[in-house]
């Protein structure tokens, strides 16, 4: 067994992905959630998938004695993935402090604990939020960051920024801030995935909850951008995919491998791939006809962006690997296995 590492936000779509992968590689898991947006059901899914029960405990990242106590009963952490925080945009323009309270202060209370309890790293989930609609495309780490386009893109921006100052002032450990693009699908066993609350905002569970009939229409926000076919560019990530990055990262933080204490790497595919692209791909993919419509522009939205993914492909040795195709095939599969069940 390798080294134990606490995942914050682990019964959530991108951290259960990790979270097996991380046992895949033999690590030892122990899973922070408060099931804000998440379930308890994924602990035993991520049994079945990987054959070993991570550690649960559930608890807000908020309740700094409830971490302490976590940290005391799991002796030995290494380190932290950090995946909890409050991500939808759209709530984060309404509830601002709740997105600055939450995302904000769990990160601060994890950095503040680390060393107290001899915690070496942590790997944060960043977005490519921060880079706004980039000057140039495909986009590498050096662009420069943007004014946020909302609370959450901000609190993304600050906890970055937070992590830097921390480290800088001496703190003893190490970071590393993946951004990921547009993570989407699901894993191939159809066990995990994204299970939004209420109407999705996000393309792909959208298009898949439209696909099996409980959404009637699926709304294209615009066919007028400055793009091969009007509709807005994005760099679609494979989750399975994006989890193993975060396997890749903690590999390099606990060889002592790091060249600098922070470092930041774009976890993306480097492939653009349009609204309308990803649609037929879909049709493609599963032979299921999609019922669309294009809409006037959602306000907000980013023109077009992707990753150039090449410093996360050489330094860390990751890249991305599974298909357009096979992705959103994984997708479909997850959203029927949801009916299956009788979730959604
Ligand atoms: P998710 O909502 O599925 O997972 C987040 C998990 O954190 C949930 O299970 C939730 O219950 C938990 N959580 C939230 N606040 C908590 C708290 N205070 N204490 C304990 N648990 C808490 O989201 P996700 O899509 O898996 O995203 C994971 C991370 O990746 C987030 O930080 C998100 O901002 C970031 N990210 C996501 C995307 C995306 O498109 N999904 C893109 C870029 C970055
Ligand atoms: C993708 C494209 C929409 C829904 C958001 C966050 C970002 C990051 C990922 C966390 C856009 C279009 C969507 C629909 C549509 N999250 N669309 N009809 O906006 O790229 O990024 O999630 O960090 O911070 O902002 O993702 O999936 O919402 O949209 O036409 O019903 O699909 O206009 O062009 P986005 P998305």
């Known amino acids: 067994m390798k080294e134990r590492i606490l995942v914050t936000g682990g019964t959530g779509y991108i951290g259960s992905h990790t979270v097996v992968e991380l046992q895949n590689a033999g690590?030892?898991?122990?899973?922070?959630?408060?099931?804000?947006?998440?379930?308890?059901?994924?602990v035993d899914n991520i049994e079945q998938v990987s054959g070993i029960r991570p550690?649960?405990?559930?608890?807000?990242?908020?309740?700094?004695?409830g971490l302490d106590a976590v940290f005391a009963k799991y002796q030995g952490i290494k380190a932290i993935i950090h995946f909890a925080a409050s991500k939808a945009v759209g709530e984060s323009v309404q509830k601002p402090l709740l997105y600055y309270r939450?995302?904000?202060?769990?990160?601060?209370?994890?950095?503040?604990?680390?060393?107290?309890?001899?915690?070496?790293?942590i790997v944060f989930s960043s977005s490519c939020t921060v880079y706004?609609?980039?000057?140039?495309l495909p986009v590498t780490?050096?662009?420069?960051?943007?004014?946020?386009?909302?609370?959450?893109?901000?609190?993304?921006?600050?906890?970055?920024?937070?992590i830097r100052d921390d480290v800088a002032s001496g703190a003893p450990i190490q970071a590393i801030l993946l951004r990921y693009f547009n993570p989407i699908g699901a894993h191939p066993s159809a066990l995990l995935g994204e299970l939004p609350n209420g109407v999705p905002q996000n393309l792909?569970?959208?298009?898949?909850?439209?696909?099996?009939?409980?959404?009637?229409?699926?709304?294209?926000?615009?066919?007028?951008?400055?793009?091969?076919d009007g509709s807005c560019i994005r760099d679609f990530i494979n989750v399975v995919d994006l989890a193993k990055a975060h396997v890749v990262a903690i590999g390099r933080m606990l060889e002592g491998k790091q060249a600098?204490?922070?470092?930041?790497?774009?976890?993306?595919?480097?492939?653009?791939?349009?609204?309308?692209?990803?649609?037929?791909?879909?049709?493609?993919?599963?032979?299921?006809?999609?019922?669309?419509?294009?809409?006037?522009?959602?306000?907000?939205?980013?023109e077009q962006v992707w990753a150039n993914?090449?410093?996360?492909?050489?330094?860390?040795?990751?890249?991305?690997?599974?298909s357009l195709e096979d992705t959103l095939r994984s997708a479909w599969n997850w959203q029927l296995k949801l009916r299956e069940r009788g979730i959604q």
């Not at 550690?55 to 004695?65: G, H, I, Q, R, Y």
């Open 260 to 302: 600098e204490k922070v470092e930041v790497f774009n976890i993306g595919t480097g492939r653009g791939v349009s609204v309308l692209e990803l649609i037929h791909g879909f049709e493609k993919a599963t032979g299921v006809k999609l019922n669309y419509q294009i809409v006037g522009r959602r306000a907000g939205d980013i």
């Open 102 to 121: 939450n995302n904000l202060g769990s990160l601060i209370n994890l950095l503040e604990l680390m060393p107290k309890h001899g915690v070496e790293g």
């Open 132 to 136: 706004g609609q980039p000057d140039q």
């Open 55 to 65: 550690a649960f405990e559930k608890l807000d990242c908020l309740d700094m004695a």
């Open 141 to 162: 780490e050096e662009a420069p960051i943007k004014k946020a386009e909302s609370p959450y893109g901000n609190t993304k921006q600050i906890n970055e920024e937070i």
């Open 204 to 228: 792909v569970p959208y298009l898949t909850q439209t696909a099996i009939g409980i959404r009637e229409k699926l709304s294209v926000f615009g066919d007028d951008y400055n793009t091969p």
């Open 27 to 42: 690590y030892e898991v122990v899973i922070v959630d408060n099931l804000s947006n998440s379930n308890a059901d994924v």
């Open 309 to 322: 993914p090449e410093r996360a492909n050489k330094v860390l040795g990751w890249k991305a690997e599974t």
